[in-house]
């Protein structure tokens, strides 16, 4: 069935380091995902998206990496900043629907 | 632009009343999609609009219900409500227009408390 899931619930990273949250999906007909920051009492807020046609995507500090071989996906966030702690999500679409399927989530979490 | 605007921000009902929230999507944006998001289930898919019409649906029983008028602006009902509905009701809009799937941008949600 359609499912997204995450390795890792929690992240603890340092201030400066770089950050690579992971997302494993199952449906093989998946062909847009996309990463969302989500802070305490706010909506997700988009990160970075990328389309099965691509393996890899570059933002402001931010890099997606498709993998679809063994299905996955990743998020490397450059230079941990405090700012970037929150929850992220990653999640898919299947066949071009405007509906997404959201993964659980990962707590990032960056020390001083 | 201003971003997805949903109101109210908060909502407190009790069990078998109903409740209708508000969404307006950024400015020409034609797709409206809400969300469910709680702490056991997570992020899930309600439904979405796109001109006026239902175009996708996801596993929710029908007291759940919405529409979209013609300025794009959505409504989403749920009637007889039970305490399993307490959640943050979230509601995503896109500029699509019917082709490939588009960037959903989120508002702050509607933190809805049954009690």
């Known amino acids: 069935g359609e499912s997204v899931g995450l390795h890792l619930p929690t992240l603890s990273v340092q201030e400066g380091d770089n950050s690579i949250i992971n997302c494993a999906y199952s449906?093989?007909?998946?062909?847009?995902f996309i990463w969302y920051k989500q802070e305490s009492g706010k909506g997700p807020q988009f990160i970075i998206d990328i389309r099965s046609n691509m393996d890899k995507r570059q933002g402001q500090r931010v890099t997606v990496l498709l993998n679809k071989t063994v299905k996955h996906l990743s998020l490397q966030i450059a230079a941990t900043q405090p700012g970037d702690s929150a929850v992220y999500f990653c999640?898919?679409?299947?066949?071009?629907?405007?509906?997404?399927?959201f993964g659980q989530g990962t707590r990032l979490t960056i020390n001083p | 632009k201003a971003g997805v605007t949903q109101t109210p921000r908060y909502l407190i009902k009790t069990r078998g009343q109903q409740v209708t929230l508000s969404c307006s999507p950024i400015?020409?944006?034609?797709?409206v999609s809400w969300y469910q998001q709680t702490p056991g289930q997570g992020l899930q898919f309600l439904f979405e609009y796109f001109s006026e019409t239902q175009r996708n649906k996801g596993n929710f029983p029908g007291r759940f219900s919405g529409r979209q008028f013609s300025n794009s602006r959505s409504e989403m009902n749920v009637s007889t409500l039970e305490l399993g509905d307490s959640a943050l009701y979230l509601c995503a809009s896109s500029q699509t227009t019917g082709g490939a799937v588009d960037t959903q941008y989120f508002g702050p949600g509607t933190r809805l408390t049954v009690l």
């Open positions: 449906n093989s007909a998946s062909d847009y």
């Open positions: 999640a898919e679409s299947i066949q071009g629907a405007q509906k997404l399927v």
């Open positions: 400015s020409g944006h034609r797709s």
